[in-house]
T-cell receptor
Framework: GQQVMQIPQYQHVQEGEDFTTYCNSS?????IQWYKQRPGGHPVFLIQ?????EVKKQKRLTFQFGEAKKNSSLHITATQTTDVGTYFC????????????FGPGTSLSVIP | DTGVSQDPRHKITKRGQNVTFRCDPI?????LYWYRQTLGQGPEFLTY????????KSRLLSDRFSAERPKGSFSTLEIQRTEQGDSAMYLC?????????????FGPGTRLTVT
């Protein structure tokens, strides 16, 4: 079945450093979504990417969808303590048109 | 508050008991999802509704789990004969009916502890 993997599992950065998390799917995706979950909270939708090679920016966050629509990345420039949390990618597609499969997440810690 | 709501927020039950959780999605959202999340893991897909129709159910889900969305609005998730391995956070999410908009809005979750 469809699998979604993310690396790294954990990342500790000094405030002001950059951060990148990578997401890979075992199958081609129709779209990919990114979510952020703060400690003790629930996942919150950040963005959706649909087109091959698509790049979207939200302030210090840059999201990219691979040309083959099987991988994606999230890059945060100059991290802040408010960026702390777990970032999940979620892929839609593969054998099931509607089901969304979440990756295991990358947990980001920011040292002030 | 017009977000997704879930009830109860916490449930402690003894092994073998049945439990039922409720999810109220954002009004006018026709898609509704149930997930299970354990510590350090991503949300694990359980089942999906479009309006009142249950379109997909995870093969990981045993027959002890059942979900309904009778009028296409709120949904319930029932776990029969609970086991300690069922202890987890159960998340509900809804998604709008707009074509191409697949973003999901999550509720606060129901934390289940089976003793």
């Amino acid at each position: 079945g469809q699998q979604v993997m993310q690396i790294p599992q954990y990342q500790h950065v000094q405030e002001g450093e950059d951060f990148t998390t990578y997401c890979n799917s075992s199958t081609t995706l129709s779209n990919i979504q990114w979510y952020k979950q703060r400690p003790g909270g629930h996942p919150v939708f950040l963005i959706q990417l649909v087109k091959s090679g698509e790049v979207k920016k939200q302030k210090r966050l840059t999201f990219q969808f691979g040309e083959a629509k099987k991988n994606s990345s999230l890059h945060i420039t100059a991290t802040q303590t408010t960026d702390v949390g777990t970032y999940f990618c979620a892929g839609r597609g593969g054998t099931s048109y509607d089901k969304v499969i979440f990756g295991p997440g990358t947990s980001l810690s920011v040292i002030p | 508050d017009t977000g997704v709501s879930q009830d109860p927020r916490h449930k402690i039950t003894k092994r073998g008991q049945n439990v039922t959780f409720r999810c109220d999605p954002i009004s006018e959202h026709n898609r509704l999802y149930w997930y299970r999340q354990t510590l350090g893991q991503g949300p694990e897909f359980l089942t999906y509704f479009q309006n009142e129709a249950q379109l997909e159910k995870s093969r990981l889900l045993s027959d002890r789990f059942s979900a309904e969305r009778p009028k296409g609005s709120f949904s319930t998730l029932e776990i029969q004969r609970t086991e300690q391995g069922d202890s987890a956070m159960y998340l509900c999410a809804s998604s709008p009916r707009v074509a191409g908009a697949w973003e999901q809005y999550f509720g606060p979750g129901t934390r289940l502890t089976v003793t």
